[in-house]
C-alpha cells in the first residue's frame, strides 16, 4: 500500500496532536499528585510540630540528666584520648629516630664498603 505525501503530513498531525494531548494529560495528573503530596506533607508537619513541642521540653531534661551522669566517662574519655596522643608522638619520635639510625647505618656500610674495596686493590696490585 502507498501512502501519499497529502496522506503522511496528515498522520504525523494527528499524532502529534494526540501525543499533546497525551502529555497535557500527564502534567495535568503530575499537578494534581503534586498537590495531593504537598498538602499530606503539610499535615504531617502540623501533627509532628504538636507533638515535638511536648517532646522538646521533656528531651531537654533527660539530655540533661544524661549529660550529669555522663560527665565522669567523658573526663576519662578525655584522659584516655590525650594518653593516645602522647603515645603516638612518642611512636612517631622513635619511628624518626630509627630512620636515623639506618640512615646512619647505611652511610657506615658504604664507608667500610668503599674501603675495603680499596684496600683489596692495593693488595692484589702488591702481589
Known amino acids: 500500500m502507498r501512502i501519499s505525501k497529502r496522506q503522511l503530513k496528515r498522520i504525523v498531525r494527528e499524532e502529534r496532536a494526540r501525543l499533546r494531548e497525551d502529555s497535557i494529560a500527564a502534567e495535568e495528573l503530575a499537578l494534581e499528585?503534586?498537590?495531593?503530596?504537598?498538602?499530606?506533607?503539610?499535615?504531617?508537619?502540623?501533627?509532628?510540630?504538636?507533638?515535638?513541642?511536648?517532646?522538646?521540653?521533656?528531651?531537654?531534661?533527660?539530655?540533661?540528666?544524661?549529660?550529669?551522669?555522663?560527665?565522669?566517662?567523658?573526663?576519662?574519655?578525655?584522659?584516655?584520648?590525650?594518653?593516645?596522643?602522647?603515645d603516638d608522638r612518642e611512636e612517631m619520635k622513635h619511628a624518626e629516630d630509627a630512620r636515623k639510625d639506618e640512615a646512619l647505618k647505611r652511610r657506615l656500610r658504604r664507608i667500610v664498603r668503599e674501603n675495603t674495596r680499596s684496600r683489596r686493590r692495593v693488595r692484589r696490585h702488591r702481589r
Open 33 to 86: 499528585n503534586r498537590y495531593r503530596f504537598k498538602r499530606k506533607l503539610r499535615r504531617i508537619v502540623r501533627e509532628q510540630t504538636g507533638r515535638r513541642r511536648s517532646l522538646r521540653e521533656d528531651s531537654i531534661a533527660d539530655e540533661l540528666d544524661h549529660l550529669r551522669k555522663n560527665k565522669e566517662d567523658d573526663l576519662e574519655h578525655i584522659d584516655a584520648l590525650e594518653k593516645d596522643i602522647e
